[in-house]
């Protein structure tokens, strides 16, 4: 269902106007107001869903396949070698817009766009803890 006062659903229904790249009956892509790169492009649902925990699974081939198709274009559109797709779940995550999407982010060699950073489990227990205490929430 459309929320009044969200930005993506407004943009969604065509009450907020959007620089369009994609459309089909269930998503639509358009570029992101404040790029990372240029061609920097967002993907989204039509219909409302706040994050991945409320999406419906039955929305992933739409999304799968727009991401492939907006991706491959947004690199031959930027000369971009490749990109990355992000998706943030929460404001701890740097969720800013509460209507689910998937940023497209058109990469090249060298571009500067950071990594994160990545530690170690102090050792192979600790590893195999953190694994079975996530394993025992999918089993309920
Ligand atoms: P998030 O941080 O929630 O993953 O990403 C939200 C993205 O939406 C940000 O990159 C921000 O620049 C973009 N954004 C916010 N408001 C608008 C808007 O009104 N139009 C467009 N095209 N992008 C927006
Ligand atoms: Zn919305």
Redesign the pocket.
Same mark, same amino acid.
């Given at each position: 269902m459309a929320e009044e006062k969200c930005?993506?659903c407004l943009?969604a229904s065509g009450d907020?106007p959007?620089?369009k790249v994609y459309e089909d009956e269930e998503v639509l892509a358009?570029?992101?107001?404040?790029?990372?790169r240029p061609g &920097?492009t967002?993907v989204i649902p039509k219909a409302h869903y706040r994050d991945m925990l409320e999406a419906p699974v039955s929305l992933a081939p739409a999304v799968f396949s727009a991401l492939r198709k907006v991706g491959a274009a947004v690199m031959k559109a930027t000369g971009a070698t490749g990109f990355n797709i !992000?998706?943030?779940n929460g404001l701890s995550a740097?969720?800013? !817009?509460?209507h689910i &999407?998937w &940023?497209i982010i058109p990469r090249v060699e060298g571009d500067g766009l950071g990594v994160w950073e990545q530690g170690k489990y102090p050792d192979a227990e600790t590893m195999q803890n953190v694994a079975a205490r996530v394993a025992s929430y999918l089993e309920k």
């Open positions: 930005i993506f943009i907020i959007c620089a358009f570029l992101d107001l404040s790029p990372v &920097h967002l !992000m998706q943030n740097g969720q800013t !817009m509460f &999407h &940023h």
